[in-house]
């Protein structure tokens, strides 16, 4: 099994920056592909990155692409997810998740393991 804790959320001005960190434990996170997910006040989850067991491989969804960027250090057991020029609209609640296997994929329905989650809230 493979536990996750999401942290490094909070309340920044339109254009700031955050940096999302995702702890695991239990089973080794090397044998996992990790991805990030946001869902917002009455909206469905949705996918916003992702990123392969040897951090070769990155996926992100078009909304962030250019702004965003995952990455990760097996040896610290951590994921993370880096977000630059911020904009209202990625205000939501961000989970990290992880898969049985080794590539990132978009599916919400594809991981296994999930965080509870870290409020990001971006103002104008």
């Known amino acids: 099994q493979v536990q996750l804790v999401e942290s490094g959320g909070g309340l920044v001005q339109a254009g700031g920056s955050l940096r999302l960190s995702c702890a695991a434990s239990?089973?080794?996170?090397?044998?996992?592909?990790m991805g990030w997910f946001r869902q917002a006040p009455g909206k469905e989850r949705e996918f916003v990155a992702a990123?392969?067991?040897?951090?070769?491989?990155?996926v992100y969804a078009d909304s962030v692409k250019g702004r965003f960027s995952i990455s990760r250090d097996n040896a610290k057991n951590t994921g993370y997810l880096q977000m630059n020029s911020l904009k209202p609209e990625d205000t939501a609640v961000y989970y990290c998740?992880?898969?049985?296997?080794?590539?990132?994929?978009?599916?919400?329905?594809?991981?296994?393991?999930w965080g509870q989650g870290t409020q990001v809230t971006v103002s104008s």
């Open positions: 998740a992880a898969r049985g296997s080794g590539w990132p994929v978009s599916k919400l329905d594809e991981y296994d393991y």
């Open positions: 239990g089973r080794s996170f090397s044998s996992n592909a």
């Open positions: 990123i392969s067991l040897t951090g070769v491989r990155t």
